[in-house]
Each structure stands twice: as structure tokens, then as C-alpha cells.
Nanobody, 121 residues
Framework: QVQLVESGGGLVQAGGSLRLSCAASGNFFSINVMGWYRQAPGKQRELVSTITSGGDTNYADFAKGRFTISRDNAKNTAYLQMNSLAPEDTGVYYC???????????????WGQGTQVAVSS
């Protein structure tokens, strides 16, 4: 199993920045894709950004130019630097990772518990 610990959320004024972290630990063969999703009150969970183990990134349109995803493969940790935050960025941000089991090499995904981001106007 993989355990994910997220941190870095909080309350920030519009225009401010936050940096989220997601650390993966447990018994796995490899961590492949790491990503961030968010869910605003009353809305569905949506993709924010993903990054592969090779560093290929993908961003939702709303994240392009403002958010930057990165990862430290040695630490099995992904980061999301969020700049120019706006009230509509408010929500719970969830880390999601794709990983392979040690012996059978099954591909599974795991979710973190979420970290709250609140942006005041």
C-alpha cells in the first residue's frame, strides 16, 4: 500500500501563493504519475496537474501560467507551486499517485486525504 501525506494548504489573500507537498511512502515497486486534483464546494473533483516520473507535465487550462508542478523522485514527493491565487481556486486539493505493486507489478492509484486551500478576496 501507499500512504500519501499532503501539506501546505491554508488561507491566503487573492494574488498570494501557496506551495503544496505530497509525500508518498509504503511498499511499492515504483511511483509513476503524481498529480493534484481539487474539489470546490458543491462541485466535482477536477484535475489540476500531473507529472510523470520522467518529468512530463500536464496542466488544466486554469492552472497554466500560474501553477507549477514538480517532483523529487528520490523523496517520492510532488509539489504544486500556486501563484496568483484567486478566490475561485478555493477548495480541497487532493494528491493522487499511480504506483506499481512490488511483486505482481499491478498498477494502482491512491488518494491523499486532501488539504484545504482558501483564497480570500
Amino acid at each position: 500500500q501507499v500512504q500519501l501525506v499532503e501539506s501546505g494548504g491554508g488561507l491566503v489573500q487573492a494574488g498570494g501563493s501557496l506551495r503544496l507537498s505530497c509525500a508518498a511512502s509504503g511498499n511499492f515497486f515504483s511511483i509513476n504519475v503524481m498529480g493534484w486534483y481539487r474539489q470546490a464546494p458543491g462541485k466535482q473533483r477536477e484535475l489540476v496537474s500531473t507529472i510523470t516520473s520522467g518529468g512530463d507535465t500536464n496542466y488544466a487550462d486554469f492552472a497554466k501560467g500560474r501553477f507549477t508542478i514538480s517532483r523529487d523522485n528520490a523523496k517520492n514527493t510532488a509539489y504544486l507551486q500556486m501563484n496568483s491565487l484567486a478566490p475561485e481556486d478555493t477548495g480541497v486539493y487532493y494528491c493522487n499517485v499511480g504506483w506499481e505493486t512490488p511483486s505482481t507489478r499491478y498498477y494502482l492509484t491512491s488518494w491523499g486525504q486532501g488539504t484545504q486551500v482558501a483564497v480570500s478576496s
